[in-house]
């Protein structure tokens, strides 16, 4: 039984899968749970962290971008989120987190979102990025605060 070309196959398909790893072909997975995501603009950005809903306090947040048709990551600048506490029609402070560059496509930071007075809490956050072409773009959506 000749062994050695067997080993030479498992040898490269480790290799290639190194290889592609760190070269970004594969699907970038939003770390943690996701919270939120959306299409727009050609691209899918999901936001997530460790579990899934953001909580009174500090929360880490991680937005990934990626594209619609070949699933890559997509590069873009200036990511920013906006948290304002909603109470029926009346809009509270807003809290802002910046988000740095984590990896190609995916931006990472905190938000301290506070003391939670009401159980659950309803937030509006917007999403301010710029993308590759240099045009500033803006996100939208619901998350519950509990």
């Not at 939120?36 to 579990?51: A, D, I, L, P, Y």
């Not at 990511?79 to 909603?86: A, G, W």
């Not at 931006?107 to 999403?127: E, F, I, S, T, W």
Request: glycine share 10%.
């Amino acid at each position: 039984m000749n062994v050695k070309p067997s080993i030479r196959i498992i040898f490269l398909l480790i290799l290639l899968a190194e290889v592609a790893l760190s070269s970004g072909l594969v699907l970038a997975q939003a770390p943690g749970k996701p919270i939120n995501s959306q299409r727009t603009n050609g691209m899918t950005v999901v936001v997530s962290n460790e579990s899934g809903k953001f909580t009174g306090g500090e929360n880490a947040v991680c937005a990934i971008f990626q594209d619609l048709e070949t699933g890559g990551p997509v590069d873009v600048q200036n990511v920013s989120l906006k948290f304002t506490l909603r109470v029926g029609r009346i809009p509270g402070g807003t809290i802002a987190a910046q988000l740095n560059r984590d990896g190609q496509g995916r931006y990472c930071g905190h938000v301290n979102l506070g003391r939670q007075y009401y159980n659950p809490a309803k937030y509006y956050v917007d999403m301010h990025y710029t993308d590759i072409t240099g045009k500033k773009r803006n996100l939208s959506f619901w998350v519950t605060v509990t």
